[in-house]
């Protein structure tokens, strides 16, 4: 009789051990789900507010991390005079009342606007950030070699498509 309650104590637990594998895979189909909703709804809002905005409404914008840690804001846009388009977002982050901040050219396709329509997503970590290609804002690239150079370097920086 022990040797059948041991056997059925084993089962029980083997089904409590599948059941708890059902709840985890569940749980992470779930949270994926909801990842790929919210990119998904951030993708429609930022494709719609990169499609027609003013300046004006996007310049001193936030820019935050995926966990809603302040990156800075946003300073200029960088246009490309041959296609029109917006090619950089100018973003400022570190210093102290704007002294010692390091401006960053960001890839206008590396960012995201919240569906809240509050501040641009920027999906990079604060500590990585601080290793970003920038400049010193009293030192802008001053030519198109500069430009594209930068350009280069902050589209293999934040993995994104020319």
């Known amino acids: 009789m022990d040797a059948y309650c041991a056997a059925d104590v084993q089962e029980k637990q083997q089904e409590l051990l599948e059941k708890q594998q059902e709840v985890k895979e569940t749980q992470m189909e779930f949270k994926q789900e909801r990842r790929t909703e ?16 003013r300046a004006s409404k996007i310049i001193g914008t936030s820019v935050k991390s995926s ?8 300073k200029e846009l960088v246009l490309d005079p041959e ?3 917006v090619v950089y977002a100018v973003v400022s982050f570190g210093g102290v009342l704007g002294v010692g901040d390091k401006l960053f050219a960001v890839p206008w396709k590396a960012l995201h606007w919240t569906s809240d329509k509050e501040y641009y ?12 290609p920038g400049f010193d804002k009293k030192h802008w690239p001053d030519s198109s070699n500069k430009w594209d150079q930068l350009r280069e370097e902050a589209i293999q920086f934040y993995h994104v498509n020319p």
């Not at 998904?40 to 027609?52: A, D, F, L, P």
């Not at 997503?121 to 970003?132: C, F, Q, R």
């Open 38 to 53: 919210s990119i998904e709804r951030s993708r429609e809002s930022n494709e719609s507010m990169q499609q027609v905005s």
């Open 67 to 74: 966990n809603a840690e302040n990156l800075g804001d946003i």
């Open 83 to 85: 296609s029109g388009q």
């Open 121 to 132: 997503l920027l999906d990079v970590d604060k500590k990585i950030l601080k290793k970003a």
